[in-house]
């Protein structure tokens, strides 16, 4: 997609234990299932008029897509179902499941979450991508701009790299790989032009199980600090996810 321009960064979400290295993202199956774990960059913003707005992204070279919609940053949609003809992708997102015997309790915050899914297999991932998604009573159609760049196809293994595209005017999705009990939390972000960074929280006590899984954070920087006509490189401090990625 595009270089957009960005507002600041909010919160991050932790999608659910894929299968550990060497497995694929399924083909068409239910996607990563997913839940929240917030993290605060300098001011999340948004409002009631936001909640029914959702957007997309392609990510993991044209494997996977990500589901942007608004809610609380503690109860992040999981993708229950998808499916394809042609590049017209339907989705499913459920609410999060609760522990069996309550259901999950959501903070009233209004944040951006990202919903993870493998793309069907079939799917061209250097074409545009239509998303119709259904999310309880809202139906929306979320048209994502192809990737010529992308080098895999729907269905083949990952190779477990970071990566980040545009989902909008205003926020890109970042997809890093690591324990499902671990979300990435955005410490800081901050760019000039045609890179940024992102700074995460780093905790040396924190336990964390040992799968390999995909964690969607949502990022967003101020409007003037992006140039709109250069490519935009993306730097990670912290975390344990130090390194730079491409945003497409």
Do not use: H, N
Not at 121 to 144: C, F, M, Q, R, S
Not at 159 to 179: H, K, M, N
Not at 187 to 198: I, N, P, Q, R
């Amino acid at each position: 997609m595009t270089p957009r321009r960005l507002v600041l960064a909010v919160s991050s979400a932790l999608a659910a234990a894929l299968v550990l290295a060497g497995c694929t993202v399924g083909p068409g199956g239910a996607a990563p299932r997913s839940t929240s774990d917030p993290s605060s960059g300098p001011g999340s913003a948004g409002s009631a008029d936001d909640q029914d707005d959702m957007d997309g992204a392609l990510l993991d070279e044209g494997r996977m897509f990500a589901v942007v919609s608004w809610g609380s940053s503690t109860c992040l949609p999981q993708v229950d179902e998808v499916s394809a003809e042609g590049q017209r992708v339907s989705v499913t997102l459920v609410e999060p499941e609760g522990d069996g015997a309550t259901e999950q309790a959501c903070t009233a915050d209004l944040a951006p979450r990202a919903s993870l899914g493998a793309l069907p297999d079939g799917v061209d991932p250097t074409k545009d991508v239509t998303l119709v998604v259904t999310y309880g009573d809202l139906i929306d159609e979320i048209d994502v701009d192809g990737d010529p760049a992308a080098t895999a196809t729907p269905g083949s293994s990952t190779e477990y790299q970071p990566s980040a595209a545009w989902f909008d005017d205003g926020g890109l999705v970042l997809l890093t790989w690591g324990s499902s009990s671990c979300a990435p939390v955005v410490d800081s972000v901050e760019a000039d032009g045609s890179t940024g960074t992102v700074t995460f929280v780093t905790d040396e006590d924190q336990v964390c199980t040992m799968d390999m899984a995909p964690r969607a954070t949502v990022v967003e920087f101020a409007e003037d600090e992006v140039d709109d006509d250069a490519s935009f490189k993306l730097t990670l401090v912290g975390g344990g996810l130090d390194g730079t990625v491409e945003v497409r």
